[in-house]
């Protein structure tokens, strides 16, 4: 069902995107178990196409767009912010890498992404991934029946700046998300409060922020999907799918649905006890 453009899902819909998301939280883990020096990313995207697979899901990347995407999940290394195509590149100590992974359940997607350590960082770049996680969460504790777009947004937006010279990724956003992995609207990572779309009970999206040690601005490689930093800093990216009830906020792609963190940050817990 679509209300003023925007796909709002039944509970018993939004319960079939919880196990796609589900899926792809066990992807992630299994691929971050996977991360160390001297191995691949085409090796972590095996590995995350085996757990799909095992589920009896269906990757939501492989094939998607034009050119179509060739992997099961977006593998994207240092200054790569996202959409890095998984290959013979080997991680070595000190890289980081972004692993987006999305998961298909009877026709519903589920979408997330986390950003890995290999091996000891700098502690600036553990800085940023922390910054760009707990942004991530606050986007997502700001949500609420009857508000905007827009809240989640200025959340994200206001925490990164609160803690540091970040750049925000602007030519990358979040999205609605379920019958298809990409469906209005857009969720920035900057902007203003009350704006932009209401949120209703059964919308889905998905919130990404994706932050760097530098400047803003992106570029995408000659392989035509690799999105990376034209100042060659540090990005980190980090997802997750939620919808929104009654209650408050159901994160579709965390084990515990979101509930420690929303907690910790005074906001609602909208999944199941």
């Known amino acids: 069902m679509f209300g003023a453009g ?29 991360v160390r020096p001297g191995i691949t990313t085409a090796d ?13 899901a269906t990757p939501s990347f492989l ?10 999940i977006c593998a994207s290394v240092n200054d790569a912010v996202v959409h890095g195509i998984p290959g013979p590149q080997v991680l070595a100590e000190g890289d980081v890498v972004s692993i987006d992974c999305g998961a298909i359940v009877d026709g519903w997607h589920g979408d997330a992404a986390i950003t890995v350590a290999v091996g000891a960082l700098p502690d600036e770049v553990t800085e940023l991934m922390r910054v760009t996680e707990e942004a991530l969460w606050q986007g997502l504790a700001a949500a609420r029946i009857g508000g905007r777009v827009g809240d989640i947004s200025h959340a994200v937006e206001h925490y990164v700046h609160g803690e540091g010279p970040y750049g925000i990724v602007e030519d990358y956003t979040g999205h609605g998300i379920g019958t298809e992995m990409h469906l209005p609207p857009d969720v920035p990572n900057y902007g203003r409060p009350g704006r932009g779309p209401r949120l209703k009970r059964g919308l889905a999206l998905a919130v990404e ?28 990216h980090f997802e997750h799918t939620f919808a929104l009830s009654d209650d408050g906020v159901w994160v579709l792609t965390a084990h515990d649905g979101g509930r420690a963190a929303l907690e910790r940050l005074g906001a609602p817990y909208g999944g199941p006890e």
């Open 44 to 56: 972590l995207d095996q590995v995350a196409a085996d757990l799909i697979r095992s589920r009896g």
């Open 209 to 236: 922020p994706m932050i760097t040690l530098g400047r803003k601005e992106t570029a995408v490689a000659d392989d035509d999907w690799t999105v990376v930093t034209t100042d060659g800093s540090i990005a980190a």
């Open 6 to 34: 925007l796909e709002i899902k039944s509970p018993e819909q939004i319960l079939l995107m919880r196990e796609a998301g589900l899926v792809v939280a066990d992807a992630l883990a299994a691929v971050r178990d996977a």
């Open 63 to 72: 094939g998607y767009g034009v050119p179509p995407f060739p992997a099961t």
